[in-house]
């Protein structure tokens, strides 16, 4: 057996490929896809030794503040700067698996509103792994099914299959699709996650529950983890007959029903259009705000890479 495995060395030769790649994250990257149970369930503090490590925990947040004004020194990074996620829709979440093409466009400030970890880099885009849901299974009765994050591409897909063989396994982009269907109709939001340790990029979709999901229960105390699609929710009342249910699949709770009337307050809405496929009416629809920034739409995107979008 190998000292060290074939994925670990071909994620440490893609972090060596970028200029000025601190040593640090590098190994920050390797811990976290290493052991994300352990590192998810520290940060949870659902994890046996969170209370014997929390000094460290403490030492972290100085690094890293949680909010980004945490401290009056604008060249600090925020947790949320070095690791958070997009809220999809559900059509481009689709679009995202199935692109099957590399793909190279760097900084998108527009559409990942953070200060780091912003590049939609894909290599072998093809290669995805269904990995079992560290938030869930840090969860004493987790939602079901855990294998519901989407690991795409390499080096990330290799390494994860690699080292965790028992909670993943290798999928088709037909396959992810169906995923992020079931999950769709289950009320749980389609999360691209970007991360400062993930070599500055995109390395997963997330099917999130707010119930679970610790970015989600992060974003409602305060901490900007997650950013909004680019959309918003429409509510036509004279379509809707307030039966309540995109109320009961909403995750922000921007969709409430009481005394007999649906309302939305689109303050809290994310854009992610789980109400709008929930709804037997048609009553919600989705529609661009410029106020939330750009939505991350990869035909788009390559449309205009490649100098030929109108």
Not at 106 to 122: F, H, M, S, T, W
Request: aromatic share 6%.
């Amino acid at each position: 057996m190998p000292l060290i495995k074939p994925s670990t060395l071909r994620y440490l030769k893609e972090a060596a490929k970028l200029p000025r790649y601190p040593l640090l994250e590098r190994l920050h990257g390797y811990v976290y896809l290493r052991w994300p149970y352990l590192y998810i369930g520290l940060g949870l503090g659902t994890h046996p030794l969170a209370r014997l490590l929390a000094p460290l925990a403490a030492l972290a947040a100085r690094i890293h503040p949680l909010r980004p004004d945490a401290d009056t020194d604008p060249q600090r990074v925020s947790w949320a700067d070095s690791y958070h996620g997009k809220a999809l829709p559900l059509e481009e979440a689709r679009r995202l698996v199935t692109v099957r093409r590399d793909i190279d466009i760097r900084d998108l400030e527009k559409i990942i509103p953070y200060k780091r970890a912003r590049d939609l880099v894909l290599r072998n885009p093809e290669r995805i792994v269904a990995l079992e849901c560290p938030c869930r299974r840090a969860r004493e009765n987790p939602c079901l099914p855990l294998d519901v994050c989407l690991i795409i591409g390499e080096p990330f897909a290799g390494f994860v299959l690699e080292h965790h063989p028992d909670k993943s396994r290798p999928i088709s982009p037909e396959e992810a699709v169906e995923i992020l269907e079931r999950e769709d109709r289950r009320g749980h939001v389609h999360h691209a996650f970007f991360k400062e340790a993930m070599l500055g990029r995109f390395y997963a979709i997330c099917n999130c529950c707010s119930c679970c999901c610790g970015a989600m229960q992060a974003q409602r105390n305060g901490i900007p983890m997650l950013c909004s699609s680019g959309f918003v929710a429409e509510l036509d009342p004279g379509a809707c007959v307030h039966c309540g249910l995109c109320a009961s699949r909403c995750q922000f709770r921007a969709l409430s029903h009481a005394d007999g009337a649906t309302r939305l307050d689109p303050s809290l809405c994310m854009g992610c259009g789980v109400c709008v496929n929930a709804c037997p009416r048609g009553a919600l629809s989705l529609r661009r705000d410029a106020a939330r920034g750009e939505p991350l739409e990869i035909e788009a995107l390559l449309a205009r890479a490649a100098g030929t979008a109108p």
